[in-house]
């Protein structure tokens, strides 16, 4: 069942599925890509996860970790159509990875574990996919596992990600017996043995049941979609192209999920899921033209060779060799050769070779069209988020938001003589991954790395060692503290007034400082109410880039600030001596001496963690949370063998470092955990160091 990979393509746009697979940590993720790469012969091994065999996972940490780590974009062809595969992480601390993927994907495939079902990090990541409108099918995977059950795994789809599950495929067998599956649409039985899947009429025993279930399919169908309510209302059943039309129709527009089962550690599923594939998920075509700005104004880009060239810069990989930068191509057409434009720098590149992408394997090609993802040789600087464009016609196209990093560590070359490639080293890392960052401490004159998590500077500090050599110390991680208004003060007057020979300064200022509404806001808003022109417009935004050059460095111990709302209420200017600059340095001395009067507090980063627990150490793991200082908000006990529970608790980061490693103690190897950021709340007093 094996396709040829080098089968003609159809139209390109239209033949062409961009598409991401999504999940939980330890859901099947990467051996479904694997899989796909097998059987449409872009590999001609299987590759395995436990074996560290790979081909997305090509970067040795990844290998050992068993987790992925660096979006990858690997290109395969099936049923004549192109599929580029963008692997992504599903480990929170690589939140941004998936983020930057989102935003470049047409469609998703989401894998769950028959035996969990929805998990938290998969709903994090849906909710995301939502927000970037992104179409979705789903696969329940490891149907041959003991416990696992499709119907209650696709009960938890519906009930935790508020969608309608459009269930598509009966298994075959359960558990270790599970061997293939009915598909609904046509009413064949889809069986796997060793390598080769036979089609073949519904067993007997299950005709009735499947029956059943394609009834309840129509239905669903029928209610979101008006043609297929036609057709159910006017005949006996609906057909199977209308069915796959509608499903296609509902898939679009996020009203329904195709829901498909297997399990891709057996090879089981997989054919039908790649069908799925090309058979719901959008081509380029099918999704909105993307929006940009061209000088100042929003226009639309839609997705065509002939239109001038727009791309957006996905990741890039910075290797000794030279840089590596993939690209999604949304209108126009790059050529070898070629000159584009970094909109956000204003700088012009030149693109050197183009490069379909397999993992780590690469063909050339001699162009890429709207619609494409491929990799580049040749760009010097430009970042991830980047917007590269036709010289002759820019457009800026909306970077994805990169987040504040909350975890920070002292870096330091072991030898006096490795301080230099260190730095190198690390400008090369913050290159590729825009969520890392490494400044130099004004007090300490340490080198400081910051990034999600603790797991994510690991992962940076481990990629350094190994591809560098260098022997690196590192120091204990430091979570990012933030400084808060609790009670403000009005009518703080400060006057800015500088004589010293030519030109003088005069700026007069008074500010009004309180907590921005809302419980946790974070954040800063600034406003006036100078009436009369006291204050003259520009010098207004003049006190207002001020009072932003004050937020840096708060009262309590130079960090941060955030949460306040500053209002100018009054002021007077000089008809010589008043400038910006004048403004602009009042605006931040007065909000630095409003700080000081006012009543301040520490905020920590806190995130909210979800242990997955055997039941006989949920004692012990509750209590250690509590002395973490955690907040236990749910626990759960999870059906199936082995009496899990899922345990919920809002805890400060500074406490989990080190946490997987007690978990682990605690529970036999047995207990797992998942975080998410939950913002930050106060901290205890004496945690300004």
Not at 37 to 50: D, N, P, S
Not at 228 to 249: H, N, V, Y
Not at 279 to 304: C, F, K, M, N, T
Not at 407 to 422: C, F, G, H, K, N
């Amino acid at each position: 069942m094996r396709t040829n990979p080098h089968h003609h393509l159809t139209e390109p746009l239209t033949g062409l599925r961009n598409l991401g697979i999504l999940a939980h940590v330890d859901a099947g993720k990467t051996t479904v890509t694997e899989r796909i790469l097998y059987l449409t012969g872009a590999t001609y091994k299987r590759g395995e996860v436990h074996e560290g065999t790979t081909v997305t996972d090509f970067d040795s940490q990844e290998r050992d970790r068993g987790i992925t780590i660096f979006a990858a974009v690997v290109s395969c062809a099936w049923d004549g159509h192109r599929i580029n595969l963008i692997d992504t992480p599903g480990h929170v601390d690589f939140s941004d990875e998936v983020e930057r993927s989102l935003r470049v994907l047409d469609g998703a495939v989401a894998v769950f574990d028959a035996v969990a079902g929805v998990e938290p990090q998969s709903e994090s990541v849906w909710r995301r996919a939502d927000r970037h409108g992104v179409p979705r099918i789903a696969f329940v995977n490891k149907l041959d596992r003991a416990g696992a059950d499709l119907d209650t795994a696709v009960e938890s789809i519906r009930e935790r990600l508020h969608v309608t599950p459009l269930v598509v495929q009966l298994p075959i067998g359960r558990e270790d017996g599970f061997t293939g599956v009915v598909d609904l649409l046509t009413m064949r039985s889809l069986v796997w043995a060793g390598d080769s899947m036979a089609e073949g009429p519904v067993p007997g025993s299950l005709l009735e049941e499947a029956r059943r279930r394609r009834r309840l399919l129509e239905e669903t169908v029928a209610e979101l979609h008006p043609t297929a309510l036609e057709e159910f209302c006017a005949e006996p059943e609906i057909s199977a192209p209308t069915l796959t039309a509608a499903l296609r129709d509902l898939t679009r527009t996020g009203e329904g999920v195709v829901v498909l089962c297997g399990s891709a550690y057996r090879d089981r599923g997989i054919e039908p899921l790649l069908d799925a594939i090309v058979a719901y998920l959008p081509s380029p075509l099918d999704v909105p033209p993307v929006r940009g700005l061209q000088d100042g104004v929003e226009v639309a880009r839609a997705a065509d060779p002939e239109a001038p060239f727009a791309a957006l810069v996905v990741k890039v990989n910075a290797t000794a060799t030279g840089r590596l930068t993939y690209l999604r191509v949304y209108s126009g057409t790059a050529r070898k050769g070629d000159t584009v434009l970094d909109a956000g720098a204003g700088r012009t590149e030149r693109i050197g070779r183009i490069l379909r992408v397999r993992a780590e394997r690469h063909t050339e090609v001699e162009r890429a069209v709207a619609g494409d993802i491929v990799a580049v040789v040749g760009l010097k600087a430009a970042r991830p988020g980047a917007t590269l464009c036709a010289p002759a016609a820019p457009l800026l196209l909306e970077p994805p938001v990169v987040a504040d990093p909350v975890v920070s560590v002292a870096v330091e070359a072991r030898r006096s003589t490795d301080a230099e490639r260190l730095a190198t080293a690390l400008a090369r890392l913050v290159e590729e991954d825009p969520s890392l960052a490494v400044r130099t401490d004004s007090e300490t004159g340490q080198t400081v790395l910051s990034g999600m998590g603790e797991l994510h500077l690991e992962v940076a500090v481990e990629k350094i060692r190994r591809d560098r050599g260098l022997d690196i110390g590192v120091g204990r991680p430091q979570v990012a503290l933030r400084e808060t208004v609790v009670r403000g003060v009005s009518g703080l007057l400060y006057r800015h007034v500088k004589q010293d020979g030519g030109a003088g300064q005069y700026a007069h200022v008074v500010l009004d400082v309180r907590p921005l509404d809302g419980d946790g806001a974070t954040g800063f808003a600034f406003g006036s109410t100078v009436v009369g022109g006291r204050v003259p417009r520009e010098y207004v935004r003049a006190v207002e880039a001020g009072c932003r050059d004050a937020l840096a460095d708060g009262p309590l111990g130079g960090h941060p600030v955030t949460g306040l709302r500053v209002t100018l209420t009054d002021g007077a200017t000089h008809a010589k001596d008043s400038s910006e600059l004048a403004f602009r340095t009042a605006g931040r001395f007065a909000l630095r001496e409003a700080l000081r009067a006012c009543a301040m507090v520490l905020l920590e980063p806190v995130v909210e963690v979800t242990a997955t627990v055997p039941e006989d150490a949920v004692g012990g793991v509750l209590g250690d949370l509590a002395a973490r200082r955690g907040r236990v908000s749910g626990s759960a006990a999870r059906t199936g063998p082995g009496g899990m529970v899922v345990i919920t608790a809002t805890v400060p980061l500074a406490e989990l470092f080190g946490y997987a490693t007690r978990l682990r103690s605690r529970t036999q190897g047995r207990g797992t955990f998942t975080t998410r950021p939950a913002g930050y709340a106060p901290a205890p007093s004496g945690a300004a160091g």
